[in-house]
Structures are given as C-alpha cells and as structure tokens.
C-alpha cells in the first residue's frame, strides 16, 4: 500500500493555482516605490501599476467582462497594453493582442473569430480600426488609446471609442477583489498567427504556462532582479514573449519604446541604462547599422536576445562590437515565445570571432520550462542523426506548449499528436545537441533534385560586406525547377552589383547552391521584422 | 458558451508534470562538462552526476524500489547524498533523509514509521544506526557511504551495510531510462520534523513543490546561473531548503562541506571563490568569530541565507565588515524550507548600520512561489493590524506547503485548516508589510500577566559587545508567575558579570522584560543549529 497517496489531498493551503497574476500582487506588496514603467514623459510605480489594473479590471467587470470574455487590444509599446496583461486575466477574461500593421479586413476577421466582447484600440491606428469595425459589422463597447505622445499622421488619431481610456479606467472602483483562476489551465491569452496562407489561427495561453514561461526566462537569461527593460518587441506578440509579466515577478523596471528607431533606441539604452531588450534581427540591423549620429557609446553590458529569424553572422559581431551581448532564441507563436536558446558554453571561449558567431546563430538548446525539443522524422519520430547535416522537423514537448487553436479542433489535432507539438520547422542537430534550423518546410529550394536550404544562402550572402540584409527564396525554373533567388538591401554608403555578390557566393559555397537572380531594394517585412518571403515569391515569379 | 473550454485539452505534448528531475536532464544535455560536485579529492562533472544518478536507480529499482517506497538515508553533504536526491525520485520512490544527530531510538522510529524500503547510511554514524537497526528490527538493504575523507573517532566508520555505495552503483545499468512522475503530485521526499516534544511527524513533499521551491529560490536570491554554492546547511534538513535541485537549474557548482568548522569554510569559500551559502546563525556566529588564524581575506562577493533563528545584528554587523551579504529567511520543514525573505530595499540604504541590522533580523516578506503569508488570528483569521506590535499567529498558503503529514491524518487536519497551514510561530506586522516573528507560541514568556518576547530580549542581549550567543527562556516564579532567564555565551576573551548583562537590558528596553537571571555556558543546540530551548527550561526550573 502506498500511504503518500492516503490522505494527502490538495487542499486550499497547499495548492494554488500557477498565474502570472500573482507576480502582480507580490512585487505590490514588497516592492510598491519601484519604478514599473516609463513611458516617456509618464511613469508609474508598482503600487500605481497594480492599482490601475484592479481598477481597470473593476470597470472591465462592470462592462459584463468575465470568465471567458475576450478582450481585444491593438496597441503599441505603451503602459495601457502592458497593464491589460493584468487588469483583463483580473476579470477572468482572456486578452486578445492584435498585431498593428494587420489590415482591416484581418482585423475584422480576427474580432470575429475571437468572440471579442470589448476592443482597446490606439488611435493611432484607427483609419484601418474604422474599416475594420465596419467589416465586423457587431456593437461592442471600445476604448481609446489617445496616446499624447503619438506622432499622428495624415487622419489617424480620431477617437472611434465610447470612452478614453482613462475615462474607463476612472468608471472602476479602488480596491477591487479579483481572484486567481480556479484552475491554472485556464485560458489567459488568445494570439492570432500571422498566417502567409489561410485565415489566421488562434492561438491560446494559460496561467500555468504563462507563468512558467516567466520563471523559465529567468533563468534562461540568467535575469537579475531590478534590471532595466527596454520593451522593443511589440507585445502583442505572443504577450511580447511574456515579459509583462516577467517583470513583476523580478521587479524589473519597463522602459516603453513606441517607434523603433535607432536614435529613440540608443537614447533610451543610455537615458535608463537599458540592460536587457529583445528584438528580431531587423532590429539589431537597424541598431548596428545606425548612422553615426543618432549612436550613443554604451558603456554599460546591454543583453540582448534576437528571435524570429536567424541572426546572420555579420549583424553578431557588429552589435558585438558595439557592446551587446547578443543571445539568439527560437520559438513560435503556439509556444508562448522562445523556447530554445544558443545558451553559450564556456568551451567555445577560444574560439575565432567568426566560429562565434556561427554558433550564436544556431537556435541552440531548450528553456528550463520546455520538456523536450527534438529533432525527428514527422512520420516515425526517429531523431535525426547528431552529425548537423541530417534535417528533420523540430518537434516540442512541454508546459509551455499552447492549449491548442481557439475554434479549430482540427488545427489543434493536426499541429500536437502522438505526444509532440509539431513545428513545421527543418533543422539539423550538431553532435554536442545544439540544434539549428535549416528552413520552413516551405522555405526549402528543390534545385534538379537537390535540397538548398534559403538560409544556408542567405548566410554566406550576408557576409558579403556590402550586405546589410538579404532573403532567399525559390524561383520557378523550366530547367531546374527551381533555382535560389536572392533580395538584397545595401548597406548605407554600400555599393555591389548582382554579378559580384554571386561570384562571393560560388567562393563562399557549392557552386548548385549560389543565387542565379540578386534583385536589389528594400525587402518588405512584418511588424515583428520578419521578411514576408511570400511577397518575395511572388516578385521571383515575376522576374 | 464558453469556447476556451472545448476542445482544448491536456494532452501529451503541452501537458508535462512538474519536477526537479527535468533540472538534471537538462542540465547534462546542456552544460554536461561543467562542475557538478566536487569535495576533497573528488569532483565530477554534470554529465557524471546525471550518469552516476541515473546508474544507481538502475540499482535501487533491481532491488525493488518503485513507485511510492521510501528510501531513507542518513548522510553528511557527500556527493552521494545530493545523487540520492535524484537517483530515489527517478525510481518513483521517496526519499527520506534523516538527521544524522539524531539518537538511535528516534532514527528507529522514523524507519519504521516511514516504511523504509532500504537504507543508504554514512558510516561515520555506524554506532548509532547499528543500536538504531537493532531496535527497528526489520531485516532492509543497507548500502554503506565508506568516505574516504571522513575524520572517523572511536567506534565510527564500521562497515554495517550489505554493499558499499560503489558496489552497489556497479549493480545498475548505464542509460537506465526512467520517467517523470504521471502526477506531478506525486510525493518525492518525507523528512521528519525534530519535534521537541512527541514523536517526529514526516512531511511530505511532491514534485510539484520542489520544482517550484527551485524556481523561487532563483528570483527570490537572485541567483545567477553557474554560481559556486557551498553547501553548508546539512542537505538532510527540509532537503537542504532544495539547493540538490537548484544547483542543477542554473547549472552551479555545489562544493560540499563536511564538518561545520570556521577554518574549513574560509579555506573553501577562497579556494573556489564560493559566492552562496546558507546557515544558521550559529553558523554566522562561527564565521565572524573566528580565530583570526583560521580567517581568510575574501575579496569577492559572498551572498549568504540565514534561517532558523534570526541573526542577532550584532552577527549581522560582523559578516557585513568581512564582506558578507547576508539575508534573513524564514521557513518551515512544513514549507520546503525557506518561504520569507527579508528582501532589501533601496529606501533603507542611508539608515544608519544599526537600523539596517535590525530590518535585517526580521523575516521579512513572502517567496515568489508563496502565495499568502498572512498574520492573523488564528480563530478568526482577522489579520493584526501592520503597526509592528499587535501578535497573530503566521499563516501560510502557496504550492510549496507540505502534502501533509505521513500516515497522520489527525496532524494534517490540524496543521491545515480554512486554506491556511498553521505555523505556530507569533508575529507582528510592521506598515511596510515585513514581518517579524516574536516567538514559537510556547516560547512566549508571561510575566506578571504581560508577554515578553523571548526574542526581543535576546536581541537587546545580544547587543552587549561581551555576548557571543544568547536564550531567553521563562524561568517560573511564584510572584510573577514567569521571568525571563538568560542563557549566554561569551564571546572569546570578552568578560562580564550577570549584574552587567541585566543593567545593560534595563537601560536599553522596558524594565520588566529585563531578564532576572543570566547564566553563562556553552548552549545546547541541534544539529541544525537551532538552539534547543526545551533544555534550558529544564535548566531554568532547577536553578
């Protein structure tokens, strides 16, 4: 008989639901003078931010939000957006980030979808909001964010809601008694995919994984207490890795950065004495290839983590040199942020600038909250040989693996089966088990029979010194099938002509591998900075 | 409808039971060459730890240790016993460490209590455990830890057992594959509580717990990750507060520490440059009144936890001139050690040293992974009012409170009730929320109708420059029913009289909790460190 299953019940003193929103509560009650958030001329303390969530919450809950209700939000970098993360789960709700740079009829589709009962929405954006709150056609009550220090342009900056947001927020009583989830599985969050193809999927976070992504950065990024957090990666995406929450639990100070430009990111680095931002390489391209005039010498450790695309070698040893310490993260949306990390070994210390940089581009080893990360066949879940050639789908098991898509049992089927989420991303594993991804299954170029992985090219292009950024993708071909295609944007100043950079590449790699097509210009890219290779199809095509 | 509900289920690849055993796997994948373990002469590797584990539950489930046995060992800080806090989890069982100081009847009680499956025990103890066995009776494997390194007196270091701990780890399998508990509820440690008075209970833990205790522990000590812990609270107490776990969490260094000796702590915080460590106060004690020969200059930073009892500022004063970081945490075998910190604020930094010490003695605010730590009433659970006077009694609720108490239904009950575990120790509340604890409700001494707090005087004792250690105890009398009587210890060299020692307490707080009687000699303390009152009651009725 085993008696430690005898009469050793949960109970309401030794079991709490795991949520984020205790983090809230706690940094409240021992840390109330620290700096939470600044936002340029605005600033709060904790004891303000946690007041202004319970109220907002409050006057949330009288407008019938709820266990289950959606919120949705479309918002920039601002103390509103990092306050919902808190005062919507308050009510039992579930908040709903919209991404900005979506278009209206998106928008419309997403507030559907969503069973969205109260929309937040920053009057920056409300010329495309308009369009979209027509298409969705439903009345629900909204809230202005009129941010004062917006730079509007053109008709945006019209008021569309029933109130602003501090005129909501002034509706909520003080001292509002919200309480934790019943249970930890319930929902929290509800993020739409980008998807390049079909109608978005929904994805949905609960407290426990929330929390355990929060805990589980802390120690992947090795976080002190009190640092300084410069929020650059948008939050509405996923949660902006889950850093609003993050924060409280070390009481961190958040320094709000609302356009992402070089010169406001340099400024408020210096002003604040950033420690600790994230952003997609977009942005440390932007920061390492800033003019010199809107640079500020750092002379203070500045960590940095870059998701969304691999980081090319040359953008590493720029910010390296510049003083950031760069750590390149991998994680999907379905995976509430990152999830794998090039956490460095102290063995590589030796090693040349450049063998650096190759690893620090790998996507790397697991989060301490994620279980399991492999490498395998998506048929027989063999893992793929240790030998850094073999490509297989990386497959993810772990509490910080999403509930599944909001109203698609099919998707959540499809996506998580046989005990494994399934990423839909190819990758090799080196012997030492850091893995690298090799491409999207969609991304992969089949050349007379041979695969080419877009960013193996994309890599050795990047490397060509007038190369500040560059997206391979395939281009239908009647001799080959298809054949690499590559964008190139120049570095300020820079010059090469297509010619040159293919001659770099046929030095640089197999001969089958090199671009036959460098199309030079701007390369169109996402919010969050990922370049749009379907658009980039569709110009190859054209060519 | 609520659709967060439907369809979004718990399954297999985002649904991962929550235990520490996830630390160690990942830890070895990871950082496989850095140091684990290393003491004397032998040190190892994360990936030899994880191997040397994984081998020796190979062993443990050969000899029929599975889901729910327990496995007590009685151990110092060896290697083996922090293998032992994975190998036993890993098998499904229960590891139940016990207090090597411990007498033979009280360690034949908890094997038998515990329904000890088999016993891995130090034979430093082999004339305890021999007397022990002989009174429990029951015929149990018994491995014997044979350290090379021990200083063996007398009668010690016999060989009682059926294989030596590298006998029997050569009986299990390399790449023995063991899994994570189904539930993360599961027990993974039973430790007996060293009750004054009636039999020891055994508090269990689950997986969940110890997983979260080591989540805490990083945000609320802000640990970085690959720091050098010393490991200096024994390892057999609340699962030495579960740094086993920790340490593989942000893959430190764990430097073992036999023998509590001043000489041996420096030599091995200057050695391996140790940046944490633990311990009682009379361990501070030891550490700041060293010889100055057995001292060492250390020039890094040292942060160091003291629990059990508060530190007397004038220890606090002491480590703080050697360059130590202390901090005041407070908690209970019940609670998986340490759940109150005394966590520092900015806002203190220009109090005068005094002032700082006197915060620092208190126990201060919850543990991230604490829900509620409240002071209240303990029929009403009406919360005393935060003005640093008015008593209640602490009330805990969070995830890291015990499972309960094993084969104790009666126990359990008491100790859990209306949501809140009850710790029996009385409090105040100062404004800014820390709390302080005034004493275990029996060590309140009632003078003349009014309470003293035996740690209030001790504090005002402690100050006198001639004390090195002090307990205040009621001694009873007639007139006033109790007075306060003072045990102490001097400090080496220093000189002073019983009439001194209460003319200083009169100058320096109310007269009538002045103590009446001091008595100079050495204190009688547990092996923990926690001085053991109940003795001195003895002492006080007899003189």
Chains 1, 2 share one sequence.
Request: negative net charge.
């Amino acid at each position: 008989m085993n008696h430690f299953t005898t009469d050793l019940d949960k109970n309401k003193a030794n079991y709490v639901p795991l949520s984020p929103l205790s983090f809230i509560t706690r940094v409240k009650d021992i840390y109330p003078n620290y700096d939470s958030v600044v936002y340029g001329n605005r600033s709060y303390t904790w004891l303000q931010t946690y007041n202004r969530c319970t109220k907002f919450a409050s006057a949330l809950s009288k407008q019938g939000i709820g266990l289950g209700s959606t919120v949705s939000i479309i918002a920039a970098n601002t103390p509103e957006l990092l306050e919902a993360h808190y005062s919507i789960p308050m009510t039992g709700g579930v908040i709903n980030t919209i991404n900005t740079r979506l278009d209206a009829e998106t928008i419309a589709y997403i507030l559907e979808h969503s069973d969205a009962k109260l929309l937040i929405t920053d009057t920056q954006f409300s010329p495309t909001i308009k369009k979209a709150l027509g298409l969705f056609g439903k009345k629900i009550p909204i809230i202005d964010i009129h941010d004062e220090q917006a730079i509007f342009k053109d008709d945006e900056g019209e008021k569309i809601g029933d109130w602003t947001y501090e005129e909501f927020l002034e509706k909520g009583e003080d001292n509002f008694q919200w309480s934790l989830p019943e249970d930890e599985w319930q929902a929290i969050s509800l993020s739409y995919t980008s998807g390049t193809t079909g109608k978005p999927k929904g994805v949905v976070y609960h407290h426990r994984g929330s929390y355990l992504m929060s805990t589980g950065s802390v120690t992947a990024w090795n976080m002190p207490n009190k640092l300084t957090f410069l929020y650059t990666v948008p939050m509405f995406h996923c949660n902006g890795w889950g850093y609003p929450w993050t924060a409280a639990l070390i009481h961190a100070k958040v320094i709000c950065c609302r356009y992402i430009v070089a010169k406001d990111i340099y400024n408020l680095i210096d002003k604040y004495k950033v420690t600790h931002f994230g952003g997609a390489p977009i942005v440390l391209s932007l920061i390492a290839n800033a003019d010199e005039n809107d640079k500020k010498n750092i002379n203070h450790k500045v960590y940095v983590l870059t998701a969304g695309a691999p980081p090319t070698s040359a953008i590493l040893e720029k910010m390296d040199n510049l003083g950031f310490e760069v750590m390149h993260v991998y994680g999907l949306t379905e995976t509430y942020g990152h999830i794998l990390q090039c956490a460095w070994n102290d063995s590589w210390n030796n090693l040349q600038n450049a063998e650096k940089a190759d690893i620090k581009s790998r996507q790397g080893v697991r989060y301490p909250n994620t279980e399991e990360v492999i490498v395998a066949d998506p048929e027989t879940y063999a893992p793929v040989p240790m030998d850094g050639e073999t490509m297989g789908e990386i497959l993810i098991r772990g509490n910080v693996v999403m509930k599944g898509y909001y109203k698609n049992k099919e998707a959540t089927k499809l996506s998580m089966k046989n005990g494994w989420f399934h990423s839909g991303d190819l990758a090799v594993v080196y012997p030492d088990g850091y893995i690298q991804i090799k491409d999207r299954s969609k991304d992969i170029i089949i050349s007379g029979g041979e695969n080419i992985s877009s960013v193996e090219v994309e890599n050795v292009v990047a490397k060509h010194p007038a190369v500040s950024l560059v997206a391979v993708v395939a281009k239908p071909d009647e001799k080959w099938g298809e054949t690499p295609c590559a964008f190139v944007e120049l570095a300020p100043g820079k010059e090469a002509t297509a010619d040159e950079i293919i001659l770099f590449c046929k030095e640089n790699m197999a001969g089958f591998k090199r671009p036959k097509y460098v199309i030079f210009g701007d390369l169109p890219k996402t919010s969050t900075g990922k370049i749009q290779k379907f658009e980039l199809r569709k110009k190859a095509k054209e060519i």
